[in-house]
């Protein structure tokens, strides 16, 4: 995305700004984000706001056209991805902590996104900041998918709660919100199966899940190599159990960027880590200046 936008306003050659030439930059504009994975929804969005900001007297005062237009997309695209609200998990930890009673998180998405992977980079990350966690193997479809969390566990420090495979997803979670209660344990970290639509009983046991523990937070994980489609799969959750926020992982191998800014968009919930790797240190705030820092020429 980088790139084109850089070339587009290198070949920008308009004096002044009003209604006919803003039109002129809107549509490459357009072009370059729907290529790039933005949604179109979202790069309608961007482009009006844009034009907008162009069509703005303050804006018209200052002098190169084409700074005008970096710093409108800018301004436009940090809008966009500060959402009203924004969770502190530190802190939210600290109220459950006076309140004697554990955060209990869990994690949905579809298969391969990184959810396991995301509740084990978590649980090492709370352990650093002297928070102690337990995982739920609530995934007790997929094959392997115990041992794997098992396997993270260990290696992380962390206490497991498991049954067998084809066990009922709900009593595994609320299995580990007990014994977390019972213990004193500040999180729990829910895992569950990878599903799509289609997959309408994979679908309903969630929604079990999220009526027999009733998690505080609820946390869609999405692969940003997933492209356009990973914007449908926040809405689908979103839509099925409801989101509070997400986790966006594999940020280390996109080259786009695009999918990202639109999850933002779509759901209006805060992005709370971006995964940039496979270390359990690879887990990153979200810091949108430096999402529009990849996706953005930093002057033309
Ligand atoms: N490069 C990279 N790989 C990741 C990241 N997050 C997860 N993975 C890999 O993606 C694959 C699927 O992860 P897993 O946690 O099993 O996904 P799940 O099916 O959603 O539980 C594994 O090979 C992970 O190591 C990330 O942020 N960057
Ligand atoms: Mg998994």
Redesign the pocket.
């Known amino acids: 995305m980088k790139k084109s936008l850089s070339s587009l306003l290198k070949k920008i050659t308009i004096a002044e700004l009003n209604q006919k030439t803003i039109k002129k930059v809107i549509h490459p504009l357009k072009d370059i984000l729907i290529q790039n994975e933005v949604a179109v929804v979202t790069a309608d969005k961007i482009c009006e706001s844009v034009s907008d900001k162009l069509l703005n007297v303050e804006y018209k005062r200052m002098s190169s056209p084409k700074s005008l237009i970096l710093e409108a997309l800018r301004s436009s695209l940090l809008e966009i991805l500060q959402p009203e609200e924004t969770i502190n998990l530190l802190s939210l930890v600290e109220e459950y902590r006076k309140k004697k009673q554990p955060l209990v998180i869990a994690f949905f998405?579809i298969?391969?996104?990184?959810?396991?992977?995301?509740i084990a980079k978590l649980g090492y990350y709370l352990k650093k900041n002297d928070i102690s966690s337990v995982f739920a193997a609530s995934d007790t479809f997929r094959a392997g998918s115990i041992q794997?969390l098992e396997q993270h566990a260990k290696k992380v420090g962390v206490k497991i709660i498991s049954q067998t495979y084809g066990s009922d997803a709900a009593a595994v979670a609320f299995d580990a919100v007990s014994h977390a209660s019972a213990k004193g344990i500040d999180v729990v970290l829910i895992?569950t199966a990878?599903r799509m639509e289609t997959n309408k009983n994979l679908m309903a046991e969630l929604q079990k899940l999220d009526r027999v523990v009733e998690p505080d937070l609820k946390i869609f994980?999405g692969d940003a190599l997933t492209g356009n489609s990973l914007v449908s799969q926040a809405e689908l959750f979103n839509s099925k159990i409801g989101i509070d926020a997400s986790i966006i992982?594999?940020?280390?191998?996109d080259v786009k960027g695009g999918a990202t800014i639109s999850v933002v968009h779509a759901t209006r919930k805060p992005i709370l880590f971006i995964?940039?790797?496979?270390k359990y240190n690879?887990l990153k705030p979200f810091i949108p200046e430096q999402i529009i820092k990849n996706v953005l020429p930093d002057k033309i």
């Open positions: 998405g298969n391969g996104v990184g959810k396991t992977l995301s794997q895992d990878g994980v992982n594999k940020m280390d191998a995964g940039v790797g496979q690879d």
